[in-house]
């Protein structure tokens, strides 16, 4: 298990190497410094001035050494400052907005998991039932829908006709003076549009899933002998069945963490949450290229940190994951 | 005999009732889409400011927008967009994962691993950041748009690809064809690549929707296709901001995007169902 763990890690850096290649070589091969960006608007500003600039950022030097001089500083946990004006490190912007981003996704993610895995295994056990049907028509719909609009008629419904939910940020203006429990309420208030809504796309996905598993497993032989030895089919489909096709699923909910956190981008504009997305978004637009680079590159560590938690765990259930 | 193969393939797809339903959506927007000089009440950039934010009437069967233009004939010419981002970027995937592919496939060894690599690095971006990235730096073009929801959006295909070329390539009749003095290339495109294709297919029509969806998220950030053009995505947008006063400007451009996609995913499982049946309630 720990050669297993051992050689999935050690697989991760050149992946994790070849992921910060990639994005530092589109970002500074995009036409339009940042320099430019900060200058274009004032005459006043010379051509020596806008070489001082990117002197001081140093982005007049090669592309590799430039690459070079950031990955050594990423060793060291530096992801450099940021070009806007507060000029703060970009450990510090992204680690105030990390949290925020990372709860509502965890949430969502055990919404997800909490809901669509019953919906897949009653859909699969009761096949072509009218819930099995019901569910079908909500999966197709639910993967078609585009979240962002669904997001823009609750807000609609929901905050503005009838003024049950609030639609931005995360806390009330009267937040400071509330108690432990007032706080927590207004907070969850503030979450369930968001959290619902960025559930939504991968509930349907997962109900899928879950259901196509079940199916396949009841197929197998092993199903049949526990039937034939004359278990009830309570013991044979949610202990025999259910533990082979709940497997998949791990691998599935890892592989679901980028679209999460690209999701992020949308819900965070909608609803004005002080999240990575809204951050990444902005940085984008005002080619922050340190905060871009540190955006993508916490990305690439929570998905890869989400793949391997599911390779683990699934090869600590299958050991025939281990032995290949 | 690809006679009876497509009849074979049609008379499986046809008992598939949702399936169907898929196909007969895609075909109308298609209809719909190329009859748009026709069938548009109006002038899609017509503006008309004596009729500004109208509610659905008769004149306007759903409405105008900011500059009292016609939101039908809005939506009806920017189904034309919407398609044509789907389908080039798809195209463009398409043609990038299943060269990767087949040749990570069919050469196997260090090849495969230096191009399987490649598609594990790309799976771990948060694509969309990517896509958001890259477009934003770009300036925000329908090309542009189209390349890189394309780019980006291969690796899927290539793995399916070298899956199904692993699988076929030690068969008898690819042997034959080698044994014949074929060249690695005629094998490939020729005799492995046809006979592989039937997932990707099913894969790119997914591909479709998917990208439409992509487009519409990148609209709504402002930065997807630009007006004047109009894509749904971007007359969602515009309507956003005066949702509470005019619901249907956002509403039926989202509608439509909706049974657009639904449309797609509908005919891709149809299709996947109908291609294998031993895939039938596959894993999707």
């Not at chain 1, 001035?49 to 060291?76: C, E, M, S, T």
Request: charged share 15%; glycine share 8%.
């Amino acid at each position: 298990m720990a050669a297993y763990i051992l050689k999935r890690l050690l697989l991760m850096i050149p992946i994790f190497l070849g992921i910060t290649v990639i994005s530092f070589a589109v970002l500074h091969l995009a036409p339009g410094a940042p320099t430019e960006m900060q200058t274009m608007m004032q005459p006043k500003v010379s051509l020596e001035a806008r070489a001082r600039l990117n002197a001081i950022y140093g982005l007049d030097k090669p592309l590799h050494i430039q690459y070079f001089d950031w990955l050594k500083r990423l060793v060291r946990f530096d992801f450099g400052r940021s070009f806007s004006s507060d000029n703060r490190p970009v450990q510090e912007k992204i680690m105030e907005r990390l949290p925020v981003t990372l709860f509502i996704n965890i949430l969502s993610l055990v919404l997800i998991l909490v809901v669509a895995v019953p919906i897949g295994i009653l859909s699969a056990v009761h096949r072509y039932s009218l819930f099995d049907k019901a569910t079908t028509l909500f999966v197709f719909v639910g993967f078609a829908t585009p979240t962002f609009w669904l997001a823009l008629l609750l807000m609609l419904v929901f905050g503005v006709h009838l003024d049950w939910l609030p639609i931005s940020g995360l806390k009330s203006l009267n937040y400071e003076y509330l108690g432990f429990w007032g706080k927590v309420v207004d907070l969850g208030r503030h979450l369930i549009l968001p959290v619902l809504l960025s559930a939504f796309g991968g509930l349907a996905g997962l109900s899928r899933y879950m259901r196509g598993n079940m199916l396949e497993v009841i197929r197998q032989d092993y199903i049949l002998t526990a039937r034939a030895k004359g278990l009830p089919e309570k013991v044979v489909i949610y202990k025999h069945a259910l533990r082979n096709a709940l497997l998949p699923v791990v691998t599935v909910l890892g592989l679901s963490i980028p679209g999460l956190i690209g999701g992020s981008v949308i819900f965070e504009s909608i609803f004005a949450i002080p999240g990575m997305g809204q951050l990444f978004y902005g940085a984008v637009m005002a080619r922050d290229y340190p905060v871009v680079m540190g955006e993508l590159v916490i990305g690439a560590v929570l998905t890869l940190t989400g793949n391997l938690v599911a390779d683990i765990s699934y090869a600590l259930v299958d050991p025939r994951i281990r032995v290949r | 005999m690809k006679r009876t193969l497509f009849r074979d393939f049609w008379r499986r797809f046809k008992r598939h009732r949702l399936g169907l339903i898929g196909a007969i959506i895609v075909f109308i927007l298609f209809a719909v889409s190329l009859a748009a000089p026709v069938l548009s009440p109006y002038d899609p950039s017509y503006i008309d400011i004596k009729s500004i934010l109208e509610p659905p009437s008769y004149e306007h069967p759903l409405g105008t927008d900011q500059l009292g233009r016609d939101v039908l004939s809005r939506i009806i010419w920017g189904g034309r967009i919407s398609l044509m981002v789907g389908f080039v970027a798809v195209g463009i995937a398409m043609v990038i994962g299943v060269f990767l592919g087949a040749v990570a496939g069919y050469y196997g060894g260090y090849v495969d691993t230096i191009i399987m690599r490649f598609v594990d690095i790309m799976l771990c971006f948060p694509t969309f950041f990517l896509i958001l990235a890259v477009v934003a730096l770009l300036e925000p073009s329908i090309w542009n748009i189209m390349v890189v929801i394309g780019a980006t959006g291969w690796m899927g295909m290539a793995r399916l690809i070298r899956a199904e070329i692993l699988s076929i390539k030690e068969r008898d009749y690819v042997l034959a064809a080698r044994a014949l003095g074929s060249s690695h290339a005629r094998i490939i495109w020729r005799h492995i690549v046809p006979n592989a294709m039937a997932p990707v297919l099913v894969a790119a029509t997914l591909g479709v929707a998917a990208a439409i969806l992509t487009e519409s998220a990148l609209s709504f950030l402002g930065i997807g296709v630009q007006p004047p053009t109009p894509s749904w995505g971007n007359i969602l947008t515009a309507g956003k901001d005066s949702i509470e006063v005019a619901w249907w400007l956002s509403f039926y451009p989202g509608m439509a995007i909706l049974i657009t996609v639904l449309g797609y995913n509908l005919l891709g499982e149809g299709i996947r169902d109908a291609i294998d049946p031993w895939l039938r309630e596959g894993r999707g």
